[in-house]
């Protein structure tokens, strides 16, 4: 039996409006529907996966909205699955009015939602619940298991993360939410245990205790919707900080353009530009820096030349030439967004982290980029996983706002020349020796794919190695081989094996390639599902091309 419905809490709450986002746990999610429902709040139920009824969704009250988590038309999301379905959460979600948005802890599905919430990018008038489930890592602890996928790893962080910023936590258990001090989670302090729906028990027993919980749950959304969402404090426009782009250039004057009148366009007034030419030899290249002297004399900013010394020391030479409080380190051949460094700026101000990177929007080829950033191949970083840095560059591309203070303080990039991974290498040292990364889940950036790019060329030894160096310097010596002997065996587990391109198989890709008639995003999609997922699951998918989109 439902809770009572009283009509005046019915007019009390029917302009309160909850979104219970559901991935599996169908009966806690429609018993808390139901009562909600009941007593005159407005309710959506989100399904995210699979959606196939069963004994639970016939108990769902009429009144309840039903929604089905979709992809939004002309966005490919190029991510692993439980990434890829809360940043998918957050898209439906972030142009919403919710007063309560409810998550299942499990796979981290409100992580990035979370994320933009406490940043002050969306949902600002929206409180976040978390409902607990048994954590990943408690059944590797109680079962017996081990890991033999790495995106393992990704969830577990997200996961625990989603857990530590929600608004408000319910657990099954109080046990739970010992465990998880005991094992040093950040265990919110709007924390709380109320028992499942599950039927137990007597009959008499069974509908006392579902009346218990239905009360319970009834009294924390009416507890959540008096009180209201957290204020976020926006910074006085006059306070804006100075933020110093790091721009680094060679020989590629046609993309430089496109990334300079990004930055002539940007909302954000209160910045400079200190471009490092790394020793371009290229007389269209010198020929173009010469152009700039007078834009760059007008607006206060600076060209620095070197001798070619690659990226790490180039980018380094930049941050030594700044002013600025923030640093906003650039590639030559990427696009800001026009609201790029104001949205970096605002949220590091917001949040106090020493670190920020953030969602990019991945096109080809060496033209302009896109006219829409919300439209075509979205890539988003996970943030500051230690474990799964391990493995991949999960902390974010090089494009970055980063504190000159704590910059300063890691020492700024390593300079080993031809090797790619000096941003992977610095977000590692960061995070391991304890500073505060974030990733903003909006596409800042247009990150370009081109022939002859690093990401093309693929992960040398040599890079990987350089990537694993702050982890090395975090273990004793006796297990840093054991460091080596993961990243090898992940490294190699990626590689495409021999025979992979046979003649007929490059004749399959030739078909595929071509039978995408040349449709955007074809080749960007291959390139990234190599990278996340490997050759042999990439050009699978590529051969399945017009079934199945990679």
């Known amino acids: 039996m439902a809770a009572s419905v009283d009509q005046k809490n019915r007019d009390n709450y029917q302009c309160s409006r909850i979104c219970i986002v559901e991935h599996g746990q169908r009966a806690l999610t429609v ?17 995210v996966g699979a959606s196939d009824a069963d004994a639970a969704d016939q108990l769902l009250e009429d009144a309840v909205v039903r929604e089905q988590l979709t992809v939004p038309d002309a966005v490919f999301v190029q991510l692993p699955y439980a990434a890829r379905q809360s940043y ?42 978390v409902h607990l489930e048994c954590p990943e890592y408690w059944h590797l602890q109680h079962g017996g298991r081990l890991i033999d996928d790495v995106m393992v790893l990704d969830r577990m962080f997200m996961e625990r993360r989603s857990t530590e910023i929600a608004d408000q936590l319910v657990s099954q258990s109080a046990d739970m939410l010992v465990w998880m001090r005991s094992h040093d989670w950040n265990v919110p302090q709007a924390s709380c245990a109320i028992d499942d729906f599950h039927d137990q028990g007597s009959d008499n027993d069974t ?23 957290a204020d976020i404090v926006d910074s006085d426009v006059s306070d804006a900080p100075l933020v110093s782009v790091c721009l680094v250039h060679f020989n590629r004057p046609q993309l430089l353009s496109f990334m300079i009148d990004s930055l002539c366009g940007q909302d ?41 010394a690659y990226l790490g020391a180039a980018r380094n030479n930049a941050a030594a030439h700044a002013s600025g409080e923030y640093l906003l380190f650039l590639d030559d051949d990427n696009v800001a967004t026009e609201k790029m460094i104001s949205t970096l700026a605002g949220v590091m101000q917001r949040r106090n982290v020493d670190i920020l990177t953030c969602a990019t929007n991945v096109f080809e080829g060496d033209g302009a980029p896109p006219e829409n950033v919300a439209t075509g191949t979205h890539w988003v970083p996970l943030g500051a996983s230690v474990a799964s840095g391990l493995f991949r560059n999960v902390f974010g591309d090089a494009s970055a706002l980063i504190r000159k203070s704590t910059f300063d303080r890691l020492g700024g990039f390593s300079e080993d020349y031809g090797l790619g991974h000096e941003d992977w290498e610095f977000y590692a040292r960061a995070v391991l020796d304890g500073y505060q990364l974030e990733v ?32 090395l310097d975090a273990v004793p010596a ?14 190699a587990r990626h590689a495409a094996p021999a025979g992979m391109f046979s003649p007929s198989v490059l004749l399959g890709l030739i078909k595929a390639f071509a039978g995408s008639g040349g449709k955007r995003g074809m080749l960007t999609r291959f390139i990234r599902v190599v990278r996340n997922q490997g050759w042999s699951r990439a050009i699978k998918a590529a051969l399945r091309y017009g079934k199945q989109e990679i």
């Open 31 to 47: 018993g808390v529907a139901n009562v909600l429902v009941q007593q005159g709040f407005d309710v959506t139920l989100l399904s």
């Open 207 to 229: 509908e006392c205790s579902r009346q218990r919980v239905e009360a319970n749950w009834l009294e924390l959304y009416r507890r959540l919707v008096v009180q209201g969402a």
């Open 478 to 491: 006796e297990l840093q081989p054991v460091l080596y002997l993961a990243l090898g065996q992940e490294h």
């Open 88 to 129: 998918l959460a957050y898209l439906y979600l972030r142009d919403r009015a919710f007063d309560v948005i409810q998550f299942p802890s499990s796979s981290g599905l409100g992580y990035y939602t979370q994320l933009a919430q406490r940043q002050g990018l969306a949902l600002r008038d929206t409180r976040v619940v």
């Open 268 to 308: 954000y007034t209160n910045f400079e530009v200190i471009l490092v030419d790394d020793g371009s030899t290229l007389p269209a290249a010198t020929d173009y820096l010469e152009a700039l002297e007078p834009l760059f004399a007008g607006r206060g900013w600076r060209i620095v030349h070197q001798q070619n």
């Open 440 to 471: 903003v889940p909006e596409p800042l950036l247009f990150y370009r794919v081109r022939g002859g790019g690093m990401l093309l060329s693929g992960n040398t030894d040599a890079s990987l190695a350089r990537s694993l160096r702050p982890y």
